[in-house]
C-alpha cells in the first residue's frame, strides 16, 4: 500500500465536500479504482454522506457537516477525509478484482442530415466516409464519468486516427442524439444545446429520460459500442423511445 | 386548495432543496438559490423545511388564493401586498380565500422566497419538485409560472392548522400577520460591495500570485449574464500560471470558477455537476444566500475564509433553523 500512496490526494472542495483523487491522467488503471471505491463505498456507508461523483480521475463526495457534528467533536472534513482514507486500502483490493461493466450498445444512424460533418471527419483523416463509420463502430468505449449535462457520457476509445478538431464556429443548437468528435473524443449529446462537436451521425436512444428510474441510459464503468443503422431502423426505433 | 396565477412576475419557478442524489448521472441539482430561506419561510408556516415554494426574481407575481392559506415571505423586500395592505417579512400570515397576494417596484433588486402552508404540490420529479428551466425539468410542467397557471397546494401539518387558526382574520378575503418574526440575516448595506466568504479552491494554487491578491482584494461586478447557474463577475483579468490541461471534476453550489477569458463566474443552484475550468475558489455554505441578492450590477468582494470557520459558521445556521423550528412549534400551542 505504502508504494501507492503518494498518488492518492484528499482536498475539500468547500465546506460540505471531499474530492478523492487517486489518479492523474485518463487512464483504466485509475477508472476501475474509482469504480472499485464506489462501490467499497456503497457496501461500508458513513452517515451524513449525501452522494458520490465520480470523475475521470476524482471521486467528489458530498457530505452533510451537521449529520456528522452529531456524532463527534471532530472537524467534518476531518471525519469524512480520515474515513475515506481508512477505505483505500479495501478499494485497492476490489480494484484488483475489477468486473468490466455492462456493454451497451449504441444504434446511429451516420451521415446525411444526422451527420453533416461526416465528410469533413473523413476529408481530415483521409479516410472514406465510410472507413469514418467502420473505425467509429469498431472501437469498444468506456464511459469514464457522466457530467456537463444530464446524461451527457465522456467515452474513452476513441481511434485516434478519427480525432478532428472542433467547428471553429459552434452550432448555436445540436439536437439530443446527436453524435460527434472533438478533438481526441467522441460523445453523444444528451440534451439539445449549443456545441462544437462534429457532428457524424445520430441516436435515437433518449440518453436522459427523467421518466425511468433510472434516468440516465449510461452510467460511469459501462462499456459502449456504436452500432451502424439506416435512416429507416432509426425512425423506427425513434416511435419505440 | 390552489393558488391562481393572475399574474407570473418576470420569472417565478418552483423550488425546493434540490434534486439531490442524481448527480453522478450529471443531472443539475437546482433547488432555491437561497436554500436557508426557503427553509425558513416553510418552518415558518409549519411546513418540513423540504417542502417546494416560489422563488420570485424582482418583480413578483400576483396570486389570488382560492382556498385559506398561511404564507411566509423571506429574502429581499420585494414590496408585497394582500389586498393593498403591506406583508411583512419572515413572519406566519393567515390570509382568508379570494385574497389577492400582488407585488410593487422593489426599491432595489432582489429576490424572495414564498412558502404556503402544505407546499405547492406539483409532482416530485426524480425526488424532488424543484424546476430546472433548461431541461424543463419539475416545478409546474418544468417552466416559469405564467398567468392563468393553478399551483395545488399539499395538506396543511398540525403546526400550520393551528398557526392559522390563532391568526384567523375576521374578514374574508384579508390576511393577518403574526406579531412575532424569524430575525433574517442582514443584507448588504446600500452603497457598499457585497462581502462573500469563500475557502481557496482545488487549482488555488495554480494561480498567479498576482491573480491570487486581486481576487481578494479586489471588487468585483455582477454582469448581465447572472443567471441561475452563475453569478458571472467581471473585475481585474485572474489567470493560472500554469498552462496544464485540466480534466472535468465535480463542481457544487459556490465554486468560483475561471474560463480562459479570466472573468470568474460562481456556479449557484442550476449549476452542470462537472466542469473543466480550474476552481480558484469555493464560497462558504454559510454565504451561499447572499449570492441569491447578487443580481445584475452588484458589486461584491470575496473575504479568505479557513474550513474550520466555514464549517462553524454552517452548524451555527442549523442550529438557529432548528431553534426556528421548536419556537414556531411553542408558538402554534400558544
New interface residues.
Partial sequence: MADSLPLVRLYPLGDAAVVLELGQAIAPATHQLIQAFRKVLAQRPLPGLREVVPAFTTLTVYYDPWVLSQASEALPYEQVASYLQRLLPAAQAAATAYVPGPLVEIPVCYGGDFGPDLGLVASHAQLSPEEVIARHAQAEYLVYMVGFAPGFPYLGGLDAGLATPRRAQPRPLVPAGAVGIAGAQTGIYSLPTPGGWQLIGRTPLRLFDPGRAQPSLLQAGDRLRFVSISEVEFQRLAHVH | MSISVLKPGLLTTVQDEGR?????????VSGALDALALRTANLLVGNPPGAAGLEITLQGPTLRFEADALLALTGANLVASLNGQAVPLGRPVAVRAGAVLAFGRPKASGRAWLAVAGGVAVPV??GSRATYL??G?GGLAGRALQAGDELPVGEWSTIGRRLFESLRPEAPASGAPARWYAPASPLASPGAPLVVRA?P??EYAQFAPESQRAFWEENFSVTTEADRMGCRLSGPPLARATATEL??????F??VQVPAGGQPIVLLADR????GYP?LA????ADLGKLAQALPGTRLRFQLAT??E??AL??AQ?RRLRALARAVHLKSLL
Avoid: C, D, F
Fill in positions: 439531490l442524489g442524481y448527480q453522478h448521472t450529471g443531472l443539475v420529479v426524480l433548461r431541461a425539468l475557502l479552491g482545488p480534466l472535468s471534476s465535480a463542481v457544487t459556490g465554486t452542470q455537476t462537472t466542469g476552481r469555493q464560497v462558504i455554505s474550513l474550520a466555514a464549517q454552517y452548524l442549523e
